[in-house]
């Protein structure tokens, strides 16, 4: 039968039943219509397919069932999670299914006031049938809430189900979170899983020696700290999941899309927009909007210094020299550091080592004198020292076998706070308010880490760690935000997370884009870093940035094997310069890596891009402002803003910032000029003032020296104006 044969209006409160379904399949009259109100949604039904629509724009299709495919399936799975890597926070995961019981068709339809639509049926097995109710309501006028439940005696056995629906095969998959190789994931399975991203992630020789001597670290092109459940299609097709228990999105057929979901219960929305920022303002409703960065971030650089009081001080006097425009100090290692065959490591004690800064409120004092502020570092672990053993004593640590789980990060070994426990929320925020924001007057700092919960931990008051995993960073982020917010002037603050999942946006200030490797390449270089950061802008992660030059560094006998030369370190600073941060970091192995200070091109590099970075401040206030109050991201692909250009899908290494301009960053080794798309429009060539333009998109090559990345902007726009009459009268141009 033909889909447009049932397709037709109802009013609520009827029922649809099982003889009513045979009759429809049999040619017989309709005794019922078949098409149902769901508050503005549109959702026609017949014995085993179902298709949404939107009243406003009623041709187009916004999810469907797949033809030929179940729509739903059930089983009995039981799950090997293994944790691995050093440092831990990656996971095996293994599963072995029985049980698998399959949709057929459904058996009744009730409408209810044309707010909420339930479906029942049974998935057929060969043991026994099982029921299922497929509820669909309008919690607002362009989101439907979908949830998937057994019923039944037989139920409770089941703990998996699967959701196929249609696709096509031209269609992109854009977001899942932050995903750092691919852009379009259509053709890929995608765990949503939050873990250590991996080092090397699949980099020829790199990932097989890191997996040789760091149990299997290198990971691989899927891994992400920063998941999300969620996605825009290149046909502006969305959809979430609620459910923070693991899943996967399986998008390798042409024709259908499959979620596996590690529950019995499943519960999501499909979204309606007509544009892609439609789209992230609807889901941003339900993972929250991050709040406006505070002015003092704008003002230029955040200088990441470490190796105490002397260091930093004659940093400070070296950049103050060059002209570096400079927000803050990022002095990671306060708290002390120490020696471990990965590099020098932090002491993790979240107090302040005054054997390792002597005369700290001086550096601070000076610091202040100059506008600029102190940032430091934590994460929620605990190395043996006084903290641990109070957090032991109190029962603020995961257990795990009936002992305190024993986190390893190369020769560290640490505790974890379980922050399924009130107690340890409370505690580890009165640690931050004490030891960072009052003794140390430090204005923010890297909230690290939060992937590692073990999936057999012993948890606070028998809290499920399936359930916790992908909640913990989120729970992480949430109480630095409340340590922030209790001082009363909590816009005052900044931390940025590297881990995180769907609804972290509501809680964190910042994100960055995790451990690169000093590389150049797209794997884990600084072309991952680029499309971490427009992936994760389509997932509500709207303030990203990150490590300026990368932060894994190599070497073997004291020869190094991975490190940053100069020409990277400024072509990740004229990156940088683009986004909501430009943080600079010394790396896991500053003296075999180039630094701001190495050399006078690299200062004046800096200092050029620190006041780019400047420059732009009233512009990226305005869309930090824009993310705060839609959920739009700052750093934007071009199909955001040019859905209908076929040509832009498929672009992974250019960017726009805001609305007003397109970035072409130079990513390769060696490269003077690069080739980017511009689409139709007129658009000024920052650094010439060349005008290009063009009623179509098109593509140019365009000189790219060191110093001129690729930078072109809206002809007349007032952003543009601004950056080039501040430049001039910098006399960087």
């Given at each position: 039968?033909?889909?447009?044969?049932?397709?037709?209006?109802?009013?609520?409160?009827?029922?649809?039943?099982?003889?009513?379904?045979?009759?429809?399949?049999?040619?017989?009259?309709?005794?019922?219509?078949?098409?149902?109100?769901?508050?503005?949604?549109?959702?026609?039904?017949?014995?085993?397919?179902?298709?949404?629509?939107?009243?406003?724009?009623?041709?187009?299709?916004?999810?469907?069932?797949?033809?030929?495919?179940?729509?739903?399936?059930?089983?009995?799975?039981?799950?090997?999670?293994?944790?691995?890597?050093?440092?831990?926070?990656?996971?095996?995961?293994?599963?072995?299914?029985?049980?698998?019981?399959?949709?057929?068709?459904?058996?009744?339809?009730?409408?209810?006031?044309?707010?909420?639509?339930?479906?029942?049926?049974?998935?057929?097995?060969?043991?026994?049938?099982?029921?299922?109710?497929?509820?669909?309501?309008?919690?607002?006028?362009?989101?439907?809430?979908?949830?998937?439940?057994?019923?039944?005696?037989?139920?409770?056995?089941?703990?998996?189900?699967?959701?196929?629906?249609?696709?096509?095969?031209?269609?992109?998959?854009?977001?899942?979170?932050?995903?750092?190789?691919?852009?379009?994931?259509?053709?890929?399975?995608?765990?949503?899983?939050?873990?250590?991203?991996?080092?090397?992630?699949?980099?020829?020789?790199?990932?097989?020696?890191?997996?040789?001597?760091?149990?299997?670290?290198?990971?691989?092109?899927?891994?992400?700290?920063?998941?999300?459940?969620?996605?825009?299609?290149?046909?502006?097709?969305?959809?979430?999941?609620?459910?923070?228990?693991?899943?996967?999105?399986?998008?390798?057929?042409?024709?259908?899309?499959?979620?596996?979901?590690?529950?019995?219960?499943?519960?999501?929305?499909?979204?309606?927009?007509?544009?892609?920022?439609?789209?992230?303002?609807?889901?941003?409703?339900?993972?929250?909007?991050?709040?406006?960065?505070?002015?003092?971030?704008?003002?230029?650089?955040?200088?990441?210094v470490q190796g105490g009081t002397a260091r930093a001080q004659s940093l400070l006097s070296t950049l103050l020299a060059a002209n570096v425009p400079?927000?803050?100090?990022?002095?990671?290692?306060?708290?002390?550091?120490?020696?471990?065959?990965?590099?020098?490591?932090?002491?993790?004690?979240?107090?302040?080592?005054?054997?390792?800064?002597?005369?700290?409120?001086?550096?601070?004092?000076?610091?202040?004198?100059?506008?600029?502020?102190?940032?430091?570092?934590?994460?929620?672990?605990?190395?043996?020292?006084?903290?641990?053993?109070?957090?032991?004593?109190?029962?603020?640590?995961?257990?795990?076998?009936?002992?305190?789980?024993?986190y390893k990060n190369s020769s560290i070994l640490a505790g974890m706070l379980d922050l399924s426990n009130p107690g340890t929320r409370a505690w580890?925020?009165?640690?931050?308010?004490?030891?960072?924001?009052?003794?140390?007057?430090?204005?923010?700092?890297?909230?690290?880490?939060?992937?590692?919960?073990?999936?057999?931990?012993?948890?606070?008051?028998?809290?499920?760690?399936?359930?916790?995993?992908?909640?913990?960073?989120?729970?992480?982020?949430?109480?630095?935000?409340?340590?922030?917010d209790e001082t009363g002037r909590g816009d005052e603050f900044v931390f940025w997370n590297r881990s995180g999942f769907s609804q972290s946006p509501?809680?964190?200030?910042?994100?960055?884009?995790?451990?690169?490797?000093?590389?150049?390449?797209?794997?884990?270089?600084?072309?991952?870093?680029?499309?971490?950061?427009?992936?994760?802008?389509?997932?509500?992660?709207?303030?990203?940035?990150?490590?300026?030059?990368?932060?894994?560094?190599?070497?073997?006998?004291?020869?190094?094997?991975?490190?940053?030369?100069?020409?990277?370190?400024?072509?990740?600073?004229?990156?940088?310069?683009?986004?909501?941060?430009?943080?600079?970091?010394?790396?896991?192995?500053?003296?075999?890596?180039?630094?701001?200070?190495?050399?006078?091109?690299?200062?004046?590099?800096?200092?050029?891009?620190?006041?780019?970075?400047?420059?732009?401040?009233?512009?990226?206030?305005?869309?930090?402002?824009?993310?705060?109050?839609?959920?739009?991201?700052?750093?934007?692909?071009?199909?955001?803003?040019?859905?209908?250009?076929?040509?832009?899908?498929?672009?992974?290494?250019?960017?726009?910032?805001?609305?007003?301009?397109?970035?072409?960053?130079?990513?390769?080794?060696?490269?003077?000029?690069?080739?980017?798309?511009?689409?139709?429009?007129?658009?000024?060539?920052?650094?010439?003032?060349?005008?290009?333009?063009?009623?179509?998109?098109?593509?140019?090559?365009?000189?790219?020296?060191?110093?001129?990345?690729?930078?072109?902007?809206?002809?007349?726009?007032?952003?543009?104006?601004?950056?080039?009459?501040?430049?001039?009268?910098?006399?960087?141009?």
């Amino acid at each position: 039968m033909k889909r447009s044969s049932f397709i037709a209006s109802t009013t609520g409160g009827t029922a649809l039943g099982v003889g009513a379904f045979r009759r429809l399949a049999s040619g017989a009259p309709q005794p019922v219509p078949s098409t149902y109100h769901v508050g503005s949604f549109l959702v026609d039904v017949s014995h085993a397919n179902v298709r949404v629509r939107h009243q406003s724009d009623a041709r187009r299709s916004l999810w469907e069932t797949a033809a030929g495919q179940p729509l739903l399936e059930a089983a009995v799975g039981k799950a090997e999670i293994e944790e691995y890597g050093n440092p831990l926070g990656l996971f095996h995961v293994r599963d072995s299914l029985s049980s698998l019981s399959t949709f057929s068709g459904f058996d009744s339809v009730r409408s209810s006031d044309k707010r909420a639509l339930q479906l029942r049926g049974a998935l057929a097995g060969p043991a026994a049938a099982v029921p299922f109710l497929l509820t669909l309501d309008a919690v607002s006028e362009n989101q439907l809430r979908f949830s998937i439940a057994l019923e039944g005696t037989a139920a409770k056995h089941f703990n998996r189900l699967y959701l196929r629906y249609a696709s096509s095969a031209s269609e992109a998959y854009f977001g899942f979170g932050e995903q750092l190789t691919h852009f379009n994931q259509k053709g890929r399975v995608i765990p949503i899983l939050v873990q250590e991203h991996g080092v090397g992630r699949g980099l020829p020789l790199v990932s097989q020696a890191i997996d040789l001597q760091y149990d299997g670290a290198a990971g691989n092109d899927r891994l992400t700290e920063l998941p999300a459940p969620h996605y825009i299609t290149s046909r502006l097709r969305s959809l979430f999941l609620e459910n923070t228990e693991y899943s996967s999105f399986d998008m390798r057929a042409a024709n259908f899309t499959e979620i596996a979901l590690f529950s019995a219960a499943m519960t999501g929305r499909i979204l309606f927009g007509r544009t892609p920022l439609d789209l992230i303002e609807e889901y941003t409703t339900f993972s929250g909007r991050m709040r406006a960065m505070p002015d003092w971030s704008h003002d230029g650089v955040v200088i990441g210094v470490q190796g105490g009081t002397a260091r930093a001080q004659s940093l400070l006097s070296t950049l103050l020299a060059a002209n570096v425009p400079i927000a803050a100090f990022w002095i990671q290692d306060w708290c002390g550091q120490i020696a471990t065959p990965a590099g020098k490591q932090l002491m993790w004690n979240w107090q302040l080592a005054e054997d390792h800064y002597p005369a700290w409120d001086g550096l601070v004092a000076k610091l202040a004198q100059h506008g600029a502020r102190i940032l430091v570092y934590i994460n929620p672990f605990l190395a043996p020292g006084p903290l641990h053993s109070e957090a032991s004593a109190k029962g603020y640590l995961v257990r795990r076998g009936g002992t305190t789980f024993v986190y390893k990060n190369s020769s560290i070994l640490a505790g974890m706070l379980d922050l399924s426990n009130p107690g340890t929320r409370a505690w580890i925020k009165s640690v931050i308010r004490r030891e960072i924001i009052e003794k140390a007057k430090a204005s923010g700092w890297m909230g690290d880490f939060g992937e590692a919960l073990p999936f057999d931990a012993q948890l606070f008051d028998g809290a499920d760690p399936a359930v916790w995993h992908n909640h913990y960073p989120v729970v992480w982020s949430g109480v630095q935000r409340e340590a922030i917010d209790e001082t009363g002037r909590g816009d005052e603050f900044v931390f940025w997370n590297r881990s995180g999942f769907s609804q972290s946006p509501a809680v964190s200030t910042s994100f960055w884009l995790g451990d690169q490797l000093q590389t150049w390449d797209g794997y884990d270089g600084i072309k991952s870093a680029l499309v971490g950061l427009l992936s994760g802008g389509m997932s509500g992660f709207s303030l990203l940035h990150g490590d300026t030059g990368g932060f894994v560094a190599a070497e073997i006998a004291k020869v190094p094997i991975i490190a940053r030369s100069p020409e990277l370190l400024m072509r990740w600073m004229e990156l940088n310069a683009f986004t909501t941060m430009l943080r600079t970091h010394e790396g896991l192995i500053p003296s075999i890596s180039a630094q701001v200070d190495t050399n006078a091109a690299t200062l004046a590099h800096l200092a050029q891009f620190g006041r780019v970075f400047k420059a732009l401040a009233p512009y990226r206030k305005i869309l930090v402002r824009e993310a705060n109050l839609k959920g739009y991201p700052v750093a934007r692909h071009l199909f955001l803003h040019y859905p209908s250009d076929p040509n832009v899908v498929t672009l992974r290494y250019q960017f726009m910032l805001g609305a007003d301009f397109v970035v072409a960053p130079v990513l390769d080794k060696g490269r003077d000029a690069v080739r980017l798309y511009l689409p139709a429009g007129n658009w000024t060539h920052l650094w010439s003032g060349r005008d290009f333009s063009g009623t179509t998109g098109r593509w140019f090559a365009v000189a790219a020296p060191l110093g001129e990345p690729g930078v072109f902007f809206k002809t007349g726009a007032a952003s543009g104006g601004h950056l080039v009459a501040a430049l001039k009268a910098s006399g960087d141009l």
